[in-house]
């Protein structure tokens, strides 16, 4: 059974920063790439920022250069380091584990079943 937990999430200011965590069950992180979702009200559901097993990452247009995907297999945790933080950031991210491929030059991502989400932790960034 997969779980993941999040954590980190808060309030913070324009231009703050925030670093969020998620560590997962141990039989699955190792084979499977990691990836970052948000959300925020009234809006669809925008992937942020992935990580594959051997540690290549890809962002949304979005956060690039601001925002850092990392993972740490020893722990099997996973981290979105989030710099200059703006208030259209604000969502609910969720860390999410499951499936990637390259297809001319884009990188795809799939998460194969609902169990492979986490809870959601809540980012607030007040302007």
């Known amino acids: 059974q997969v779980q993941l937990v999040e954590s980190g999430g808060g309030l913070v200011q324009a231009g703050g920063s925030l670093r969020l965590s998620c560590a997962a069950s141990?039989?699955?992180?190792?084979?499977?790439?990691m990836g970052w979702y948000r959300q925020a009200p009234g809006k669809q559901r925008e992937l942020v920022a992935t990580?594959?097993?051997?540690?290549?990452?890809n962002y949304a247009d979005s956060v690039k250069g601001r925002f850092t995907i990392s993972r740490d297999n020893a722990k099997n945790t996973v981290y979105l380091q989030m710099n200059s933080l703006k208030p259209e950031d604000t969502a609910v991210y969720y860390c999410?584990?499951?499936?990637?491929?390259?297809?001319?030059?884009?990188?795809?991502?799939?998460?194969?079943?609902?169990?492979?989400w986490g809870q959601g932790t809540q980012v607030t960034v007040s302007s």
């Open positions: 999410t584990t499951g499936f990637g491929r390259y297809y001319s030059g884009s990188y795809y991502y799939t998460v194969p079943s609902d169990d492979y």
């Open positions: 141990g039989s699955i992180f190792s084979i499977n790439a």
């Open positions: 990580i594959t097993t051997g540690g290549s990452t």
